[in-house]
């Protein structure tokens, strides 16, 4: 099904908008592209250009337009597994090796905070579980997940071998139900008020819960935003200048589907703003064939002391401590 296209609104370049996390005013804009990409037949965001602005005093980068969450349910929940093998141009490309590997560091860096076996876990935003394959299949936790697509729910819930209960399209669905683990792996970024969505999550996590996040990074995003930007000024002018007539992804390698994107300080506050403790943050994503790039951003990361990750996202657990 497709929704109906809400009216966009025009481009706020000039406008001062305060950090929506910590309310620091005067941010500059970081990230420009004229146009913004459609699915669906209508806009990823409710807006005619993409603009990013970058937090002075958190490191957030945030879009600087009011977007609703309706508007985005209402894209998000067309998503298919056809859908995106389309998009992706080659169905091998949507679940490799690197994909797996990278749920199975992330079962492995919850497992170092909380006893899994056997746990009552929950995938937010699970698509279609094979994260919870994973934590299943090594550690014999029961998953729970909730995921809008009609198509990603029914496929995760039949790899997980469980009832169609078992995957929901809203955090309500699960009324007061608690879980030992909780994990929002590349969702947070596409809501329009993410740290809403942390308070709910915390409420259906049992206290001495885990709860594991990861975001894309604000380093990474504007690294790959200029890198992109200088190639096209160099080798292909005229992309640029049809670019704000065109429906099709980013020239820049950015992905518009990104309200937010987190540096570790801003994922940190987001999750302490809303009572969690962060036992961990650092970085992950880098793919298998670049790991000399993993290197490189480890060392930084050290250096910095996990102030700056140059990796594709960053990722945090967080305590959740009794009231």
């Not at 008020?193 to 308070?199: F, H, I, L, N």
Request: aromatic letters at 8%; proline letters at 7%.
């Amino acid at each position: 099904m497709s929704s109906p296209s809400p009216a966009v609104y025009p481009s706020t370049a000039e406008e001062d908008v305060p950090c929506p996390l910590c309310g620091t005013s005067g941010n500059r804009l970081v990230v420009a592209e004229r146009g913004i990409e459609h699915r669906f037949n209508m806009p990823v965001l409710p807006v005619s250009d993409y603009f990013q602005a970058n937090c002075q005093s958190c490191g957030l980068l945030y879009i600087n337009a009011p977007v609703k969450q309706d508007y985005l349910n209402g894209l998000y929940q067309n998503e298919t597994v056809d859908w995106a093998d389309e998009l992706l141009g080659d169905p091998a490309k949507r679940m490799n090796d690197d994909e797996r590997r990278r749920f199975s560091d992330v079962v492995d860096l919850v497992a170092r905070f909380k006893n899994i076996h056997g746990a009552q876990w929950l995938d937010f935003g699970c698509q279609t579980g094979e994260l919870g394959l994973d934590a299943i299949s090594r550690h014999g936790v029961a998953m729970s997940g909730v995921e809008i697509s009609p198509d990603y729910a029914e496929r995760a819930a039949r790899l997980w071998q469980r009832g169609p209960h078992a995957v929901r399209p809203s955090l309500e669905d699960f009324q007061r139900r608690q879980f030992d683990v909780i994990s929002s792996l590349e969702t947070l970024e596409h809501m329009a008020e993410p740290w809403k969505m942390v308070a709910s999550l915390r409420k259906h996590l049992r206290p001495g819960g885990v709860l594991t996040v990861s975001v894309p990074s604000s380093h990474y995003f504007r690294l790959k935003y200029h890198v992109f930007r200088l190639v096209r000024l160099l080798v292909d002018r005229q992309a640029i200048r049809e670019r704000p007539q065109s429906m099709r992804p980013s020239l820049y390698g950015l992905c518009h589907t990104h309200l937010y994107n987190f540096t570790p300080k801003s994922l940190s506050l987001l999750l302490e703003q809303q009572g969690l403790k962060v036992r961990y943050i650092g970085g992950i994503g880098w793919l298998s064939r670049y790991r000399i790039l993993e290197k490189i951003a480890s060392a930084i990361e050290m250096l910095t002391r996990r102030r700056v990750a140059i990796y594709p996202s960053v990722i945090a657990v967080a305590y959740n401590p009794p009231d």
